[in-house]
């Protein structure tokens, strides 16, 4: 396959699966607490065994990337997500349904690690940005509202344990269609395949990238404060206004989906106009402003700034997951998806600690301090990526690295 465009598109229905899977327990937690007489609290579990799976697995996955090839480690990825939403389905009890979410969170480590690396291998040094914004933020997203919203049709048709099962199908279609179509990356991708990078070198490069870890902790907080606004928005909404609660579910909604444009806006801005740095650097300052405004805001208002939180957030994504796959990065196409697991990683802090910290903010202060505190900590983490500088890398090995085809 030569046509970057073409490959793109397998890798994009391929990273589909991902999402799809992680999100589509979510209409089937009504049916499971009926049927296995769970509390509130269980679901929680349920929900965080998944992203507990994902988080302890970034840096592992692409270990495996490296070892065995971004071939081997995407279909891994699927085959580990299609078992682990196979016994989401099965699982006779609660026990063995954590079980088949963790899988779930391991195989979309897995195949989030090789998706970026396989993405680098055919955009290295062109349109890295755009390609990353169509498969990380446009793809995410459609994947993620099938599994939040149109699942639900399949719970309600067929019973959640059917439901799961079919999402289990989707990901062996796509274990299928990976065999059948797999873009393998022309003349000086060889790496990308053949696996056996995975040595001290290797590592040296990867964990004393001074970039990686400065980009990784500038991310943290709007990453973090991000998921505080997607889950506690709409609940402000209704305690602060007082709109009903189809009102604050709609703000969640608008958040949500302003992945699809800011992938696109991203990639864009990135390539076309700004750059990397400067787009990452607008793109938080954009979310972290809004934070500021919120305790002033009507419904309306609201409603503005979860759009440009949503939006900001991947559109500062978006040259942030491109980082390891650009010529300046001084790493190899191999070395991408244990990079691009070690910034995950970072940011997953921001994730796991940033909306306890804001809840108990607000119960203590008041939402007004929390949503002051969200901007300050989406602000000063985003200004320390002024320290990252790019590397300056030799003509002769930006061509040995980038002309892939």
């Not at 937690?29 to 965080?48: E, N, Q, R």
């Not at 006779?92 to 391991?106: K, N």
């Not at 506690?232 to 969640?252: C, D, H, M, N, T």
């Amino acid at each position: 396959m030569k046509n970057r465009w073409s490959a793109l598109a397998i890798i994009f229905i391929a990273f589909l699966q991902f999402p799809l899977n992680w999100f589509s327990v979510v209409p089937a937690f009504g049916g499971i607490v009926a049927d296995m007489k769970l509390s509130f609290t269980h679901v929680g579990v349920i929900a965080g065994m998944f992203i507990a799976g994902y988080g302890i697995a970034h840096i592992p996955a692409g270990w495996f990337a490296e070892r065995y090839g971004m071939r081997a480690g995407m279909i891994f990825g699927v085959v580990v997500e299609t078992i682990g939403a196979a016994i989401t389905g099965w699982a006779p009890s609660f026990e063995l349904l954590l079980v088949g979410r963790l899988l779930c969170g391991i195989g979309g480590a897995v195949t989030m690690g090789s998706a970026v690396g396989l993405t680098a291998a055919w955009f290295r040094g062109k349109e890295l940005a755009t390609a990353n914004g169509i498969i990380q933020g446009v793809g995410f997203t459609i994947a993620a509202a099938i599994g939040l919203y149109g699942w639900g049709i399949v719970v309600e048709a067929l019973g959640w344990r059917q439901a799961m099962f079919a999402a289990a199908g989707v990901g062996a279609a796509t274990l299928v269609f990976l065999l059948a179509f797999f873009p393998t990356p022309p003349v000086g991708g060889d790496d990308v395949l053949e696996g056996h990078h995975l040595d001290k070198n290797s590592l040296r490069r990867i964990f004393g990238n001074k970039t990686l870890w400065i980009m990784g902790i500038a991310l943290l907080g709007a990453y973090g404060s991000y998921f505080s606004a997607a889950n506690l928005l709409g609940s402000y909404a209704q305690e602060r206004l007082k709109v009903a609660p189809s009102a604050g579910e709609a703000i969640g909604a608008i958040l949500f989906f302003g992945g699809i444009f800011g992938g696109v806006i991203g990639g864009w801005l990135t390539d076309r106009v700004f750059g990397r740095l400067p787009t990452f650097l607008i793109a938080c300052f954009a979310e972290g402003a809004m934070f500021f405004l919120i305790p002033h805001l009507n419904l309306m208002g609201l409603q503005i700034a979860a759009a440009v939180v949503g939006v900001g957030l991947i559109v500062a994504f978006v040259p942030w997951v491109s980082i390891p796959g650009e010529a300046d990065s001084g790493l190899r196409l191999s070395d991408v998806p244990t990079a691009i697991g070690l910034m995950l990683s970072i940011v997953a802090i921001g994730g796991a600690l940033i909306p306890p910290l804001f809840t108990k903010i607000a119960t203590v202060w008041g939402f007004d301090a929390a949503w002051q505190f969200q901007g300050v900590l989406t602000l000063g983490c985003a200004l320390l990526a002024l320290l990252a500088r790019p590397r300056t890398v030799p003509k002769a090995r930006i061509a040995g690295d980038v002309e892939l085809g």
